[in-house]
Nanobody, 116 residues
Framework: QVQLVESGGGLVQPGGSLRLSCAASGFTSSAYIMSWYRQAPGKEREFVATIPVIGSSLPYADSVKGRFTISRDNSKKTSYLQMNSLKPEDTAEYYC?????????WGQGTQVTVSS
């Protein structure tokens, strides 16, 4: 059974940093894509960043470009989202998505709140 476990969310002041983690398990394929999305209250879920199994990340959402960095550790089947220069508008529930063998799986989400 595929599982995704996210961690690293919390409360941070504007200008601060957080690093989110998403640990995947329950599959054997080495060809998978990991992505991050977020959903703010009253808004639709939106794409943040994605990274394939080989190579560098694909383009980020314009709203986070230059501030967020996605990475992955294939040996741990874990994706990371380093978030710097956080703004109040980054406040949202952050979700990890795994795409493997033609299917998509979502994590339970981790809350990020940027407030002074």
């Amino acid at each position: 059974q595929v599982q995704l476990v996210e961690s690293g969310g919390g409360l941070v002041q504007p200008g601060g940093s957080l690093r989110l983690s998403c640990a995947a398990s329950g599959f054997t394929s080495s060809a998978y894509i990991m992505s991050w999305y977020r959903q703010a209250p009253g808004k639709e879920r939106e794409f943040v960043a994605t990274i394939p199994v080989i190579g560098s990340s694909l383009p980020y959402a314009d709203s986070v470009k230059g501030r967020f960095t996605i990475s992955r550790d294939n040996s741990k089947k874990t994706s990371y989202l380093q978030m710097n220069s956080l703004k109040p508008e980054d406040t949202a529930e952050y979700y990890c998505k795994l795409t493997v063998t033609g299917r998509e799986y979502w994590g339970q989400g981790t809350q990020v709140t940027v407030s002074s």
